[in-house]
């Protein structure tokens, strides 16, 4: 991804953003920026306060839109003033994060939140006050220049922390190396940070599905018991809650490579909660989720209704606790959950049963009983999907 | 990993445990476990009450070996008897535990410590009692096979989770997949959970040293400013803490490829610690020392005389709390930092500034100030470096 004298083949490793459609886009994105500041310095020269349009990233401004079934970000925006003692600081802030994210794409680096941070503090001249004291201030400032300029955090060279792998029948080319996922070790392709277009480009695609499981003690199960070569299919896991990596990744081998996505997570609020953030988008980050969310993903259990339809013993019991029981019945209260009958049912059988169930207590029958029969089973029967 | 016909070639995908060395080593490890069960058989048949003396995992019973460098495991054990009120139940479970995991050697199979859990437990027969009511009980009986008949975790097909990753010039097989670790894509090559010689093996290998950093975060300033590629050398991280899998593919390196091993961790009680697991080894897990440890790591940074020697300004600066120094007095009284003037300078100097330092925080002087000019220059200066 860095910059170098003319080395772009598959041996050498890494031509990434150095292609055509990386550079076009980056140009795009700098052109943005600059867009932003050029109004800037416009409202100088007319002797007008300096200000800018952030759209709000709140709740109050997070709607569900139906008809596309993914969450968007409303029409709601709040000025930031730079004449106004409340907002100058965060005025400045802004212009401060996108000056380095312009230098970041220019240079053709990327950088992680917290380096960016590191980047921008400094002695505002002339004072002993901080541009920035903690990440905490630097990391929604970054989010406010993704939504004002309209550009994704990996548009601007920003990256968090990268996790999640992959095997199946696809062959990718990520950062110039072409990259066969279904001999890639006993861990699998590791999911980068950035998925763009421009850094990952898709080559060849044998799979029939996406089976995406909570964790990487899951996924290894179906690793090793072949479930990628027996059902022709790409297995991914995000460990927990997936990263903006990952989801970006599910998101463009759905669209692009027309691969249904199926969820195999734990039957508890909180994979639920993954389910319905890989699905419709996450309130945070509801911007993003038109170029994140995955729609037509299908939950496939594990289901309050695995318990005795599966035969399942009170071994995989664990009990809920008033945190499970809070959550979910704010997640019956979500919109995107609210009139679908079968998810109703699903939560509120979870409710009456008093427990929750992981996936791996599957293994609780037997050993391979996820890989040979459950799933195998959930997706051949539609009925039993969640949607 | 699978058993699966026939198979073995690369393009397939994972020939791993089931090689002919793989095979001689589950041979032998299911040898033991039967060894530790005819010992209990014979017992019996004696009318003897059936014991088992297991090593006791407990700092009392941790010495560190300053000729080897490392941590190591006392002579201390206690005797595990069945006809015993106060010990059946923990009898049971390991010979429950054994001879789950003699099923696992056997079947070629692996299995996660929660799944071991979820395949050990069920209703004591005759009784509502549990086998194991939760993972807390299941987790330390294996650590309690492990010693009592010295075979590692992972040579009993048990996994944790997996985590860190790896890039540079460096050639390995695994699980039957030959990967070039220079080109692995942006993540580089996923560090599994198991790195025995029966899963991986290194094939060719071009680098001069390998740089282990803290975080992921880091490891990616390192892959984008080709570190890797510049230096000749192969960069790693944990993501924090390194994995069983990370440490003992750490030591595989140095001592099978003979290759120098520097840590660039954080300037905190967390990265001294870091630094000193991945040197002699973890006090929990003392008696996978000899396997895991690298008595000759050195630390190459964050120094906490890196402030004034390297010119940094209060930016990266984060103030030490109560917990840090509590932390940090903990630290130097392990016996393996005691006696080290050197290190005793290093730390005292950290309570002395006030303050601690990310690795991270260097990209306040220069994005590349940690790939172009402090790392090399830490590494070219062996002064630097603590042992």
């Known amino acids: 991804m860095a910059k170098r004298a003319g080395k772009s083949t598959d041996s050498a490793g890494g031509s990434g953003r150095s292609s055509a459609a990386a550079k076009a886009k980056a140009k795009e994105t700098a052109r943005k920026i600059e867009g932003l500041a050029e109004m800037i310095v416009e409202s100088a020269r007319k002797r007008k306060s300096p200000k800018m349009e952030i759209p709000i990233r709140a709740l109050s401004n997070v709607n569900f839109n139906p008809k596309k079934a993914i969450l968007e970000?409303?029409?709601?925006?709040?000025?930031?003033?730079?004449?106004?003692?409340?907002?100058?600081?965060?005025?400045?802030?802004?212009?401060?994060?996108?000056?380095?994210?312009?230098?970041?794409?220019?240079?053709?680096?990327?950088?992680?939140?917290?380096?960016?941070?590191?980047?921008?503090?400094?002695?505002?001249?002339?004072?002993?006050?901080?541009?920035?004291?903690?990440?905490?201030?630097?990391?929604?400032?970054?989010?406010?220049?993704?939504?004002?300029?309209?550009?994704?955090?990996?548009?601007?060279?920003?990256?968090?922390?990268?996790?999640?792998?992959?095997?199946?029948?696809?062959?990718?080319?990520?950062?110039?190396?072409?990259?066969?996922?279904?001999?890639?070790?006993?861990?699998?392709?590791?999911?980068?940070?950035?998925?763009?277009?421009?850094?990952?480009?898709?080559?060849?695609?044998?799979?029939?599905?996406?089976?995406?499981?909570?964790?990487?003690?899951?996924?290894?199960?179906?690793?090793?018991?072949?479930?990628?070569?027996?059902?022709?299919?790409?297995?991914?896991?995000?460990?927990?809650?997936?990263?903006?990596?990952?989801?970006?990744?599910?998101?463009?081998?759905?669209?692009?490579?027309?691969?249904?996505?199926?969820?195999?997570?734990?039957?508890?609020?909180w994979g639920y909660y993954i389910y319905s953030v890989i699905k419709q988008g996450s309130i945070n980050l509801a911007y993003e989720s038109r170029r994140m969310a995955v729609p037509q993903a299908k939950f496939i259990g594990v289901s309050s209704f695995d318990y005795e339809r599966c035969g399942l013993t009170d071994d995989v019991k664990i009990g809920l606790d008033d945190k499970d029981i809070k959550r979910a019945k704010q997640i019956l209260e979500y919109p995107w959950f609210q009139g679908k009958k079968h998810w109703e049912k699903e939560i509120r059988k979870m409710m009456q049963n008093g427990f929750k169930m992981e996936v791996e207590a599957m293994i609780n029958k037997r050993l391979t009983y996820l890989t040979e029969e459950y799933v195998p089973m959930k997706i051949r029967d539609p009925k039993q999907w969640l949607d």
């Not at 939504?147 to 968090?160: C, K, N, P």
């Open 73 to 269: 970000m409303g029409k709601a925006a709040q000025s930031r003033q730079f004449f106004d003692l409340s907002m100058a600081k965060k005025f400045m802030q802004t212009m401060l994060v996108a000056s380095h994210c312009k230098n970041l794409i220019d240079e053709e680096k990327t950088s992680s939140i917290r380096g960016l941070f590191y980047l921008c503090k400094h002695d505002v001249a002339g004072t002993k006050e901080k541009t920035f004291n903690d990440q905490d201030e630097s990391d929604p400032i970054i989010e406010d220049l993704e939504v004002t300029i309209d550009a994704l955090r990996e548009e601007l060279h920003v990256y968090a922390s990268n996790r999640g792998n992959l095997v199946g029948p696809i062959t990718l080319v990520d950062d110039g190396n072409t990259l066969d996922c279904m001999r890639m070790g006993s861990a699998g392709y590791a999911v980068p940070s950035i998925c763009e277009p421009d850094v990952i480009q898709f080559k060849k695609c044998g799979a029939k599905y996406i089976l995406h499981v909570e964790k990487d003690t899951v996924w290894r199960r179906f690793y090793e018991d072949r479930f990628h070569e027996k059902h022709r299919c790409i297995v991914t896991h995000g460990s927990g809650q997936p990263t903006r990596g990952m989801r970006r990744l599910l998101r463009r081998m759905h669209d692009e490579l027309k691969l249904p996505v199926y969820c195999l997570l734990d039957n508890d609020p």
